[in-house]
C-alpha cells in the first residue's frame, strides 16, 4: 500500500516522525511500519493506535524518503520494500560518537572540490576516468568531509574489493572505516549504520546495499567502477547504486565522486563532470588479427602460444581469459574467415544459427555460403586443455598456483599483477546478443589489461576478428570518450536506456490475465512479447518517456501479485 495507512499516535508513544520504524496493528496481526508522515488532524473517523516505537533512531528523513518514492516509482516496486532498504540489520541504537584523530589535509584538485561540497552544499557530481587503484584518487577527497564530521559512503562492485579498498582507507583514517558487507555480522553492520548516522565522520566501505544508508549525515558518496554489474539489483526493487546515488545527491545536496578506467553511456548522458589526463588511461594492448590465423588452427593462435611461451621462459606469469560463464563462444566460417554474424541484427550466432537476439535463422555463411564454422571460443576446461598440450602442467584454472592460468570475468577480481593477459574470444564478448555488449566488452577487456605490470615485454594480447570493431579501435587508443559517444548515439537511434527508457516484466500469471493487463498498461510504449520465460513469460516495454506506463504498471503489477502469481519489473535492464 503505497499510501500507506493513519494511526494515532498515542501519548504513550513518544518520539514518532519521518522515518520512525514502528508497529501497528494491521488486521489481526501485529506488523512493522515505517512513518512516512506526522501531521496534527482532527480524523474523521476513528484510528487505531500505534503500539509502539521500533529502535531509538529515524532509519530515514524527508530528503531520503523524496528519493525512495522516486525509486518505488522509476522501478515499479512497492515503497515499503524500498524504504526496508533504509534500515540496519538490526533495530537502530543511539550510539556515543566516538573520538578521532584529525585525518592529514590534503591539498590536491579533488579535495578543494570536496571542500568546496562542505562549504556551499552542493557540487557538480564528478567522475575521475582513471586505470589506479581507488584509494589513492578518492582519499584526498575524504579528508575534508570526515573532518568536517560527516560520513562517507564508498560503495565497491563485490565484497573482496570492498575489504581491499577499506583497508587501503583504513592505513590513511584508521577506525574512521567501517566494513559493511554481507559476511559481516548484523551487529556490526548495525553499528556501522548508527555511526554513519552520526556525527562522527566516519567512512562507510561496502557494496550496494549501503545505498540507503546515513540520511541525512551523509557528506560525500563515492562509487568505485559504477559501471560493475554487480551496483545492478536483480530483485525488487531493481535498482542500480549509481542512479539512487545519484538522486540523493542531488536532494540531499551531498558530493558524489565516481572512478573507474571506463564510464558507462549512462553516466555521458547525464551530464557528469569527467575528469581526465589527456593522454591513454589504459595500457597499450597487442591485437593479434584471426585472419592471420590458418582456418581450423583452433581455439589460440600461433602468434599467442609464442607469446605465452616466451613469458614462461622469462619466468613471468600469464592470464588467459574466456568469456565469462553464460556466453557461447564466436564462430567464423571456415572457407572464408568471416566472422558469423546475424544479417538481421549484427548480433554473434551460435553453433546453431538462431540468432538469440532476433530469432532469425541462418543455414549458411552469409559472405560466401559455406556451412562449416569453426569456434573461436571456448569454456575454462577445454582452455585448458588446449594449452597443456603445449605447456603442460604449468597451465591451470584461476585461483591454482601455476604460471598460466585460465579464468572468466569474475576471476578479475582478486587476480595479482600478471606479465601477460589474454583475451582468446574478444568477439563473443563484443557481439553478445544484447544491447550493452559493446560497453560491457571494452569495461572486461579494460580490466585485464590494468592486471598486467608496467615494464618491457609485458603486455595484453587480445585475438580477434574483427580489428576495426570500435571497442578495439578504442582500445587501441588508451581512452574511452570517441567510443561512448557513439555508442549514445547508437542508442539514441535505437531508442534503449540511457536515451531511451525500457522495462523488463516477468510474471508467471497465466498468458490470457497477464497479456491484456501488460497490454492496457502499455499505452503510448511500445510493448515487444509475450517470450517465453522460466515458467512463465516476459515483456519489453519501450519508448522515450514511461513515466505514465510505470504508473499504470503499479497496479497492475499489485493485481497479478494479489492473484498469486509471481512478478518481477526491471528497469533499464542489463540484459534482454
Request: proline share 7%; aromatic share 4%.
Amino acid at each position: 500500500m503505497d499510501d500507506g495507512f493513519a494511526y494515532a499516535v498515542p501519548d504513550a508513544v513518544s518520539g514518532v516522525e519521518v522515518g520512525t520504524m514502528v508497529r501497528v496493528p494491521l488486521g489481526g496481526r501485529r506488523v512493522k511500519g515505517y512513518v512516512t508522515s506526522v501531521r496534527t488532524a482532527t480524523p474523521d473517523r476513528p484510528l487505531r493506535s500505534i503500539l509502539a516505537r521500533s529502535g531509538e533512531l529515524p532509519v530515514f528523513n524527508r530528503g531520503l524518503l523524496e528519493t525512495a518514492r522516486w525509486v518505488s516509482t522509476h522501478y515499479v516496486a512497492p515503497l515499503s520494500v524500498v524504504l526496508a532498504r533504509t534500515a540496519p540489520p538490526n533495530l537502530p541504537r543511539m550510539v556515543a560518537d566516538p573520538v578521532f584523530d584529525p585525518p592529514v589535509a590534503s591539498s590536491t584538485e579533488l579535495a578543494a572540490w570536496a571542500g568546496a561540497q562542505i562549504r556551499v552544499g552542493r557540487t557538480r557530481p564528478r567522475y575521475v576516468v582513471n586505470g589506479q587503484p581507488p584509494v589513492p584518487l578518492i582519499a584526498p577527497a575524504i579528508s575534508p568531509v570526515v573532518a568536517a564530521s560527516q560520513s562517507v559512503l564508498v560503495c565497491a562492485p563485490t565484497v573482496e574489493e570492498a575489504a581491499a579498498t577499506a583497508s587501503g582507507l583504513g592505513e590513511l583514517f584508521g577506525d574512521r572505516v567501517m566494513m559493511a558487507t554481507s559476511p559481516s555480522s548484523p551487529a556490526d553492520r548495525t553499528n556501522a549504520w548508527s555511526l554513519a548516522a552520526g556525527d562522527a565522520g566516519v567512512v562507510i566501505v561496502g557494496t550496494r546495499e549501503i545505498a540507503f544508508w546515513g540520511a541525512g549525515s551523509v557528506g560525500l558518496a563515492v562509487i568505485i567502477e559504477e559501471g560493475r554489474r554487480a551496483y545492478k539489483a536483480k530483485q525488487t526493487p531493481t535498482y542500480h547504486v549509481r542512479d539512487v546515488l545519484r538522486r540523493r545527491s542531488a536532494v540531499e545536496r551531498f558530493g558524489l565522486l565516481l572512478v573507474g578506467a571506463v564510464p558507462t553511456t549512462d553516466v555521458i548522458a547525464a551530464g557528469v563532470e569527467l575528469s581526465t589526463g589527456n593522454g591513454r588511461v589504459w595500457p597499450l594492448v597487442e591485437v593479434a588479427d584471426r585472419a592471420e590465423a590458418v582456418p581450423g588452427s583452433g581455439l589460440i593462435m600461433e602468434r599467442t602460444r609464442i607469446a605465452i611461451g616466451a613469458a614462461l621462459r622469462a619466468d613471468g606469469s600469464v592470464f588467459v581469459l574466456v568469456p565469462r560463464r553464460g556466453y557461447a563462444g564466436a564462430f567464423r566460417c571456415v572457407r572464408c574467415k568471416e566472422l558469423r554474424r546475424c544479417t538481421n541484427c549484427g548480433a554473434r550466432l551460435e553453433q546453431s544459427g538462431t540468432c538469440q537476439r532476433c530469432g532469425t535463422e541462418h543455414d549458411a555463411c552469409a559472405s560466401c555460403g559455406g556451412t562449416r564454422f569453426e569456434p573461436l571460443g571456448a569454456g575454462i576446461g577445454r582452455v585448458v586443455d588446449d594449452l597443456r598440450r603445449s605447456f603442460g602442467e604449468s597451465v591451470g584454472e584461476a585461483g591454482s598456483a601455476t604460471s598460466v592460468r585460465v579464468g572468466t570475468e569474475r576471476d578479475l577480481v582478486d587476480l595479482e599483477p600478471v606479465d601477460l593477459a589474454v583475451a582468446i574470444d574478444a568477439d563473443g564478448m563484443m557481439l553478445a546478443p544484447h544491447y550493452r555488449a559493446a560497453e560491457d566488452a571494452l569495461r572486461i577487456l579494460v580490466r585485464m589489461t590494468l592486471a598486467t605490470t608496467a615494464g618491457r615485454g609485458r603486455k595484453a594480447l587480445i585475438q580477434t576478428a574483427i580489428p576495426d570493431h570500435p571497442v578495439i579501435t578504442a582500445l587501441r587508443l588508451g581512452r574511452p570518450f570517441p567510443f561512448l559517444d557513439d555508442e549514445l548515439g547508437e542508442r539514441a537511434a535505437s531508442g534503449f536506456p540511457p536515451v531511451g527508457a525500457l522495462l523488463a516484466v516477468e510474471t508467471d500469471a497465466p498468458l490470457e490475465v497477464a497479456e491484456p493487463a501488460l497490454q492496457a498498461a502499455g499505452r503510448g510504449a511500445t510493448v515487444l512479447g509475450p517470450a517465453a520465460w522460466a515458467g512463465g513469460h516476459r515483456w519489453l516495454l519501450q519508448g522515450t518517456d514511461l513515466s505514465e506506463v510505470r504508473i499504470r504498471l503499479r497496479s497492475v503489477v499489485q493485481a497479478l501479485r494479489d492473484g498469486g502469481s509471481r512478478v518481477r519489473v526491471d528497469a533499464d535492464p542489463v540484459d534482454l
